[in-house]
């Protein structure tokens, strides 16, 4: 099934995998982000052209070659999953928990310390 269609299965779950994850990976580029999502944006809009393409001639064969129609139906729901939830199917912002304490310092030259008690969780973050 992958090898006849590789470049778009992997692709798509590229896509499908990066912007589920997004939650964890961008803030660590900062300014870099933006970009990023510009380029994933541009790939997505891709894949969507390519996804019509793929139909169109799907609808001409008369949906016959399988691999085709699970391409199509893996396209589909990656994509429609990557609209109507953009930020991810999972809401990692509910699993950490509310913040019960949360403290901020900022000491010399601009430098932050944090310190967050959840629910679950306790984290110390350090940023210079």
Known sequence: MI???PLQFTTTLFLFL???LSYF???KFGILTFP?????????????IELIR??????????AKKTRNYLLGFMIICLTSI?????GIVNFDKLEGENLYFAQAEGAANC?????????????????
Request: glycine share 4%.
């Open 3 to 5: 090898k006849q269609y």
């Open 18 to 20: 990066l912007m589920n």
């Open 25 to 27: 990976w961008e803030g």
């Open 36 to 48: 990023i999502f510009i380029i994933l944006f541009i790939i997505f809009f891709i894949l969507f």
């Open 54 to 63: 793929q139909i169109y001639i799907s609808t001409k064969e008369g949906f």
């Open 83 to 87: 609209i109507i939830k953009p930020t």
């Open 112 to 128: 932050t310390s944090t310190l967050k008690f959840t629910r679950r969780c306790f984290s110390y973050c350090f940023f210079s």
